[in-house]
């Protein structure tokens, strides 16, 4: 049979993909990760005793719009990278959008008068909070490869990486409501490793776990 007749026999019959299906994928696959993660952090970590005056507060959901934006922006650079060959740089380049404006809250804390650098830096809880965020990005990545695997992604390292950094963000915003830390430069250092690590080992999983 020649290459051109094998082709035709392949593509016989094929019906354009129903409208909304890789987002409905990946939803689905999100929903059941992000589950398990608050499940985790729920027996495992528990919420923050304080977490409802917490949340009268601003600072509270400066953490949380950070985490969710990441996790937001990263959550198109999947859709489109489902889909073999999409563009997605526009959504790379604004992920710089909440780092940086979290980069100029943070030098505005450190720059204040009388402001105890090291405290708003290392907190309290800096040796646990990246591998906490990362333990918990687990179950959401799990849930994302799977959801990836029935779509078509083709550059598989950056379509693993973008599911790690949803995972990450996600599992940031989900340590959150655990963590008792709400200073700017903390949450650029140390939550932004444990995304970055996510999204590191999402790379490297993502290579060969969703090859055809």
């Not at 646990?128 to 078509?152: F, S, T």
């Amino acid at each position: 049979m020649k290459t051109d007749q094998l082709i035709a026999l392949l593509s016989e019959d094929l019906a354009p993909a129903r409208r909304g299906m890789v987002l409905g994928w990946l939803l689905l696959g999100l929903t059941g990760g992000g589950m398990l993660a608050v499940l985790a952090m729920m027996m495992t970590l528990k919420p923050r005793p304080d977490l409802a005056l917490a949340m009268a507060g601003g600072p509270f959901w400066m953490k949380i719009t950070y985490t969710a934006a990441l996790a937001v922006l990263g959550l198109v650079i999947v859709q489109r990278q489902a889909r073999a060959g999409a563009e997605c740089r526009t959504p790379i380049m604004a992920l710089a959008a909440p780092v940086v404006a979290l980069i100029v809250l943070a030098a505005v804390q450190l720059s204040a008068y009388q402001a105890d650098s090291a405290a708003l830096l290392m907190g309290q809880t800096w040796t646990v909070c990246p591998w906490a965020i990362l333990a918990l990005a687990v179950p959401v990545y799990a849930g994302l490869l799977l959801a990836l695997r029935q779509l078509a992604p083709t550059r598989l390292p950056l379509a693993g990486a973008a599911a790690g950094l949803v995972a990450g963000a996600v599992a940031a915003t989900i340590y959150g409501f655990h963590c008792p830390e709400t200073a700017a430069p903390f949450i650029l250092v140390w939550y932004s490793l444990g995304i970055v690590l996510a999204a590191g080992l999402g790379s490297l999983v993502g290579r060969w776990a969703l090859r055809w």
